[in-house]
Nanobody, 123 residues
Framework: QVQLVESGGGLVQSGASLRLSCAASGRTFGCYTMGWVRQAPGKEREFVSRINWSGGRTYYADSVKGRFTISRDNAKNTVYLQMNSLKPEDTAVYYC????????????????WGQGTQVTVSS
């Protein structure tokens, strides 16, 4: 099992940058695919990004492609989401999640979730 805790959210202006972190506890962090999922008020959850166990395979939603970058440091048991050129529509609670699968964006394939961190982008 793995426990996940997100941090790094906050209030920024349009065009600014934020870096989210997800700290994991457990002895098998390097075995998991890690994902970032967000949910805005009144909207469904959106799968934002994922990275496989080796860091060599990544995925980005079309809405964030070219602006967000996912990375991981297995030695530090941490996954990151670098968010640049933020827009008001990026406002949401961002969740970190872990899966045994390599290439899935199905939410049910991610059994482990963090508590979420709030990102708010003003105009």
């Amino acid at each position: 099992q793995v426990q996940l805790v997100e941090s790094g959210g906050g209030l920024v202006q349009s065009g600014a940058s934020l870096r989210l972190s997800c700290a994991a506890s457990g002895r098998t962090f390097g075995c998991y695919t890690m994902g970032w999922v967000r949910q805005a008020p009144g909207k469904e959850r959106e799968f934002v990004s994922r990275i496989n166990w080796s860091g060599g395979r990544t995925y980005y939603a079309d809405s964030v492609k070219g602006r967000f970058t996912i990375s991981r440091d297995n030695a530090k048991n941490t996954v990151y989401l670098q968010m640049n050129s933020l827009k008001p529509e990026d406002t949401a609670v961002y969740y970190c999640a872990a899966s045994y699968y390599t290439s899935t964006t199905t939410l049910g394939d991610y059994p482990y979730w963090g508590q979420g961190t709030q990102v708010t982008v003003s105009s």
